[in-house]
Structures are given as C-alpha cells and as structure tokens.
C-alpha cells in the first residue's frame, strides 16, 4: 500500500477506453477506484499500475483491494469520435508543434510561444486547429495581421486537426506511460507530428 498523499500525486493519469477500445480521456486514481467499484470496468490493458487495499469485512475480516492498470475500457454507450473535433487550446495547440515556432522554427517555452492565426481573424480567419500555429513573440508580432505573402514568411509546417487519441496525448504529454503511448499512438493520424 503506499502510504503517503506525496506518492498520490505522482501516480500517472489512467487511460480511459469505451468498450470499443476508442480512447475517451485520463482520470486520476480515484476516479478509477470507483470505475472499478461500480463494476464499469470491462477489460484492461497491461500489467497493473497500482493496487489499492480498503478496509476489513465485518463479517469474515477479509480486507478489500482492487488493482488499477494504466489503461481501462468501461462499459457504456459507443461515441464517434470521427466527426468530433478536440478544444483547442494553446498548451495542447503548442505540444502539436512541438514548441517551435512555425515561422522561425526555433524552440521556445509555453511562455515564449502565441497562437498566430495563418489568415488573420481580421481578414476571415478562423480560430480552428487547421488555421493556427505556434508562433514566437518576435514573429508574430512581425507578421501582425498580414498574410504570408505579404510579409514574405512561410510555415514550416502545415497546421492540422489532432484525431482525439493524439489531443489526448497532447494535453498529457510528459506524463504518459509507455503502454499508453504505444496505444495511443496505433491511431494518430498520417500527419501527426507526435509520431516523429
């Protein structure tokens, strides 16, 4: 059993699957205690990551556990995940691009780096995954609301939507198992820059 709250933290998030096997998203420890205590969890993946032991029965003593795997399916109803588009924000938009900006190509901290709308807002643009990218201070701030033609830049590369096994990744990354990456990482997308 472990025995501090410090220990707690640092356990890793749990995958959650549909009964499909479709990734849906990561819940702590706790949450998936009481998955398992209702009985929702209907197969796993891999070795157990953590074993939790509850209190004795009053009426044989027998003390209760229950082992937590890294990646759980739960029972319930099947989403499509084809059509849903992942929230973009800018820590899941910068871990797409692998924080670099796509005009400079340097790398740069969460707090070096804005989202630059490649057809400015003003001129039409839209805030989506496929018209924003990663950009320096310095070059956004270049570039202003102008199109790259008109301020002679180019990416480095295209800006793309995330399938929902590659967001998840994305807003997880550094924190990921290596069970649950190589799950993950079976349905990325072609273009997918986690992949590299």
Request: overall charge positive.
């Amino acid at each position: 059993m472990i025995a501090n709250i410090t220990e707690f933290e640092r356990i890793p998030r749990i995958l959650r699957l549909n009964i499909a096997g479709q990734p849906v998203e990561w819940v702590n420890w706790q949450e998936a205690v009481c998955l398992y205590a209702r009985d929702l969890v209907s197969w796993t993946v891999g070795d157990p990551l953590l074993k939790i032991r509850g209190g004795h029965s009053r009426f044989d003593s027998s003390r209760s556990s229950v082992e937590i795997h890294s990646i759980i399916a739960c029972d319930g109803r099947v989403v499509s995940r084809d059509s849903h588009v992942p929230p973009l924000t800018n820590r899941a938009l910068f871990r797409r691009d692998r924080n670099s900006c796509l005009y400079c190509s340097k790398q740069f901290s969460d707090f070096d780096l804005t989202r630059d709308h490649v057809l400015p807002v003003s001129r039409g643009g839209l805030d989506a995954w496929d018209n924003v990218v990663a950009a320096c201070r310095r070059c956004n701030h270049f570039k202003g609301n102008r199109l790259l033609q008109d301020c002679s830049m180019e990416l480095r590369a295209l800006p793309y939507v995330p399938n929902f096994a590659e967001y998840l990744a994305l807003i997880n990354s550094g924190r990921i198992l290596g069970d649950q990456m190589t799950f993950l990482s079976k349905s990325f997308s072609a273009e997918s820059r986690l992949r590299h």
